[in-house]
């Protein structure tokens, strides 16, 4: 078995992510490699992440095996993006045996006509002990690299709108794909005592600073399933996100902490609230807590397997 991913390690995003964890899951039952491209290594089945970046692989392995299972994973892009008009991406998922979406709002993303063969599958993330909160202040970590997609501009301007509320601080965490945006919080830094950039770093280190904070925010365009969001709920750290699709399908539709998309007010009402109201904390806290038993990793290899033994008894 392989996992087609266009990223590997030293990119240190959600599609490594994925394929490492579900690579670590699966090795007790099969042999199982990470490619970028598949160039007819043997395998019973492909695990390709990402419809358009990894449609030559979904279509040369298609081609090749065509009575091989392909299971095709969705990311942001591709849901709320690429599906839409890019003709390899639409082709990815024709030809995919199954598809796998990484929470529950990306099914109504999908064309009815392949619905059918799409499931859920959540990422996961260890537990982790809570911290307890400090005795005064609100720690407000966002971890996103910095591109258009994460609009990490947003955090910048309700950041700028607390500048008097000193009891409140915020840490950005990510590497700066993009100029510009990166120009843009090197100047947010130096004029907002209130705000770090600590630039990328490694995993463990992120989850880290994700435990230490009370808050996270996710303020994103688009998502296929963000895994900080579920790395909170892990690590008892309550979520206050962009209310997209993705983020919605990670924290259901009554999470308290949703403010509407680019709306840098409301971010900052819904700060400023929970650093003033306890109570309001704890609501987020609890908002985000309860879906964690979704992002346990016991739960995310269980419907792994499924859909991979699944797959393998139907071609057979």
């Known amino acids: 078995m392989l996992i ?45 992440l990402h419809a358009r970046r990894s449609a030559a692989a979904v279509a040369d392995f298609a081609a090749a095996h065509p009575d091989r299972p392909c299971i095709v994973v969705l990311t942001g892009t591709d849901l709320y993006r690429d599906i839409g008009f890019d003709a390899s991406a ?34 996961s993330a260890r537990r982790l002990q809570a911290m307890p909160p ?3 202040g609100l720690k407000v970590v966002c971890v996103a690299h910095l591109r258009d997609e994460k ?23 990510g590497d700066a794909l993009d100029a510009e945006i990166g120009a843009a919080v090197q100047a947010a830094c130096r004029e907002l005592p209130s705000l770090r950039w600590l630039g990328g770093l490694p995993r463990p280190a992120t989850r880290q600073h994700i435990r230490r904070s009370q808050v996270l925010v996710n303020s994103s365009r688009m998502e ?10 892990q690590s008892a750290t309550a979520v206050v996100a962009s209310r997209i699709p993705g983020n919605v399908g990670m924290l259901g539709d009554t999470h308290a902490g949703l403010f509407d998309l680019g709306d840098d007010a409301s971010l900052a009402g819904l700060l400023s609230r929970a650093a003033a109201d306890p109570a309001f904390l ?14 346990e990793p016991a739960e995310e290899q269980r419907r792994l397997r499924q859909l991979i033994t699944e797959c393998l008894e139907t071609t057979r």
């Open 282 to 295: 704890h609501r987020l806290r609890s908002d985000t807590l309860a879906r964690a038993d979704l992002f």
């Open 134 to 136: 400090p005795a005064r």
């Open 151 to 173: 609009d990490p501009l947003t955090l910048l301007r309700a950041a700028a709108r607390l500048r008097e509320s000193p009891e409140i601080s915020f840490t950005l965490i």
């Open 90 to 123: 639409q082709a990815s998922l024709r030809l995919a045996h199954r598809l796998v979406v990484l929470q529950d709002q990306g099914l109504q993303a999908l064309p009815a006509a392949v619905r059918g063969k799409a499931v859920v599958i959540y990422q």
């Open 4 to 48: 087609c991913s266009p990223a590997l390690a030293d990119a240190n995003n959600g599609n490594w992510q994925t394929a490492s964890r579900w690579a670590r899951m699966l090795k007790t039952d099969c042999r199982i490699g990470i490619v970028t491209h598949w160039r007819g290594e043997p395998c019973d089945l492909l695990i390709a």
């Open 224 to 233: 296929g399933g963000a895994h900080v969001i579920l790395e909170a709920a």
